[in-house]
């Protein structure tokens, strides 16, 4: 069995792969193409040129190997393949066996366990509901616009304060935890209306058990265990609490309000998930997921796209000029976020140049032909998006410069390939939060814009780095 996991089915992988001309390091046991760390001293400012930087390893494979091949997890061979043209063909999956990666670590399925995670007929009926609490239709007209602004309001205003309390008219404020405060009271608003207050709470449990399935390496003690089991109890009985209030008041007859909850709950009450648990279990699921991804992603691209103003002031300029002239002071309203095309080409600068997911994963579950190869079952194609996002072959010889007008146009003039921005996937799995996040991106950057100008301070350092996202 180990003779067989170990040596003989990577050795017969790799003879598969090889035959067919497929270039890279040959196997060898106990030994994995880690990761390698960031050079030490950071980029020069205002330099974007980051794909060196970000994933060394990578890029030297590329220069070396060419744009597709071979590397070793352990015993699996992952095929890269950098080619937004077959990116797009095995995220559709439309001709291809690919299926996700499974999440190896027990522990982590205790954070999040939902959509994300989720194949088959499960995936389909999970995917329906939270697809209609995420449509953009109902984001638009819903209760959810106080909510965005609410939370918007309360940034800007502790930065004011901040600012009051400095008598030179300057003050510094680290942004990254402040985007993260402001997107977990986004989708606690958003999610469960009223009861955001538990949705924080929620959050700091969230991010304990982050902090916890970090720590924990490989190995766990026993009263580590038992304390994330503690916390994984917690937010399902604050989650239990709020959807059974919520479940008996829509059956009382109160009016569907456009929180995402009843958004989720409203047309499978009293329903069956694929796993035979009532919708109420399977929205447990899924909110946990949501708070996860929505304190996840949303953060970095507001930071990013701090940065990137202060290195590109010009654009700060424009984009304030743009946000005054639309809104004045007055908080944005949805009917003027269509007509802000200066913010909309700078937020997709800052997902093109710094996409939180930088690659996309799968593996082959039978036997596939993609591109000419024809891969056999168990190999993982890794899709370093941010290898196409940088790829002057696609964008042209200013693929470094900060250039948001390139997307004046829209997204599919852009480029010379209609389809190489990708920052939220492709094909069914795309994901279902975009709108939600440019909508909450949107309203922050515009009250941000009407209320400061700002730089980078003395100290930032230009260092990005992945660690399972773009930071
Ligand atoms: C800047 C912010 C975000 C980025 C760049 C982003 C990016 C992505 C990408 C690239 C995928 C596809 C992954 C794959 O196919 O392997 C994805 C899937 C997903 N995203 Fe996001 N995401 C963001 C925010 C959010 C938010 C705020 C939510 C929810 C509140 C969310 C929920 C999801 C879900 C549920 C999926 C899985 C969809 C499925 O498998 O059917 N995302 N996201």
Redo the contacts with the bound molecule.
Sequence with gaps: MLLDRLWLRPRRLERVLRAQGLPGRPYRPFTSDAPVKNQQSPMPLGCHDIVPYVVPLLHGAVQEHGRTSVSWNGPVPTVTIVDARLTREV?FGKSGHFE?LRRIRVLSRLLTN???R?EGEK?VKH?KV?GRA?HLEKLKVSLMLPAFSSSCQELVTRWMESLASNLEGWCEVDVCPEFLIL?ADT?SRTAFGSSYLEGRRILALQSEQVDRIKASGKMISIPGYIRMREINNEIESILEGIIAKKMQAMQEGESIKCDLLSLMLEPNMGKIDGDGRSVAGMTIE?CK??YF??T???P??LAWTMVLLSMHPEWQDRARAEVLGLFGKNQPEYGGFSRLRTVTMILYEV?RFY???IA???KTYKETRLGGITYPTGVVIEMP?LLIHHDPNIWGVDVHEFRPDRFAEGISKASNDPSAF?????????????N??LF??KMAVCMILQHFEFELAPTYTHAPHNKKILH
Excluded at 422 to 434: D, E, K, V, Y
């Design positions: 995220m996700k939902g959509l994300p989720h995936w995917r939270l995420f997107s989708i899924e997921m949501c991804a929505s996840e992603t949303p970095t691209l997902l996409p939180p997911a996309f994963h799968r998006l990708l920052p939220f996937g492709w094909g069914p799995r795309i994901c279902i939060g975009q939600f996040v909450e991106a």
